[in-house]
């Protein structure tokens, strides 16, 4: 597998567009709230929770964005997280594995992918990538936004989905990689690149679906994105009631707005 450790991702003009509507960095709270890590994909839905959690119980929580992996690396360093709300459970269990967590964590959501095309792009947004396919064999595609698959698990969803449509060896040269998903959106949703895979929980927001078209990536072609929440040991009182407040019909109702899939149960797994 080919390391990215040393591509640079490219910013190009225009590509942070979106910044404020898809990738704060946190929202804004005092020194004494629980500091929470989300996954980029949740830049839309999380907020949201967050604001139906504190108008429900008074409590506000600080909210911080990244791809998966890094939080991880931030966390195992020290980070002062107290709830952690991973795209990827396998980060969970490294961090149970270290002893970080109360437990093995809940099983939130599962997300989806799929190719995303700005308007004006050279590119037709086909969920089985066939036009893609064609527009990398004729020249028409230039650049195309994923996020880095070193530590972004829908980054890596990306590149076996491209894997499976047999190109991704083809479509190296023309990566363009963010740093988490949210920033890959935005590549692709500014026109910095033709095209990209995303998320499905990101192209559900009017910004993007203004953008351009999105068309969903077949499930089967990637391993599924089950994304799980976790306690941090010394979690306070208020980053378990959120906790808490992920699992309950409120916040399952904004994940499903959102295109998000839900669990069947929320039952902890063992470690």
């Known amino acids: 597998m080919q390391s990215f450790g040393r591509r640079a991702i490219l910013a190009l003009a225009g590509a942070f567009a979106l910044a404020g509507s898809l990738a704060p960095a946190a929202i ?16 839309a ?54 002893g970080r967590t109360v437990d093995g964590g809940t099983l939130y959501a599962t997300g989806r ?62 990566l363009v990689l963010g740093e988490n998903v949210a920033q890959a959106t935005q590549f692709a949703t ?19 679906q203004a953008a351009g078209r999105f068309a969903l990536i077949p499930a089967e072609w990637h391993k599924p994105l089950r ?3 976790v306690l941090m040991k010394g979690a306070g009182e208020t980053a378990r009631a959120f906790y808490a407040f992920m699992q309950s019909p409120e916040a399952h109702k904004l994940l499903d707005h959102y295109g998000f899939t839900l669990p069947r149960t929320g039952q902890s797994k063992p470690r």
Do not use: C
């Open 113 to 174: 992918i799929g190719l995303f095309t700005p308007r004006g792009s050279p590119v037709k947004a086909d969920g089985r990538l066939a036009d893609l396919a064609a527009a990398i064999r004729d020249g028409r595609l230039k650049k195309f936004a994923i996020a880095n698959p070193e530590h972004a698990p829908y980054g890596r969803a990306a590149r076996e989905a491209l894997t499976t449509a047999k190109l991704w060896d083809a479509i190296q040269p023309r």
């Open 45 to 98: 839905a999380l907020p949201q929770i967050a604001d139906l959690f504190r108008r429900k119980t008074g409590r506000t929580v600080k909210l911080t964005f990244g791809a998966s992996g890094n939080l991880t690396q931030q966390i195992l360093n020290g980070a002062p997280f107290q709830l952690f709300l991973s795209a990827d459970e396998s980060y969970v269990a490294r961090l149970a594995e270290a």
């Open 28 to 43: 804004a709270a005092p020194a004494d709230e629980p500091a929470i890590a989300a996954a980029a994909d949740l830049n």
């Open 190 to 208: 500014s026109g910095s690149a033709d095209g990209g895979i995303i998320p499905l929980s990101l192209a559900m927001t009017p910004q993007v």
């Open 227 to 229: 994304q799980r929440a």
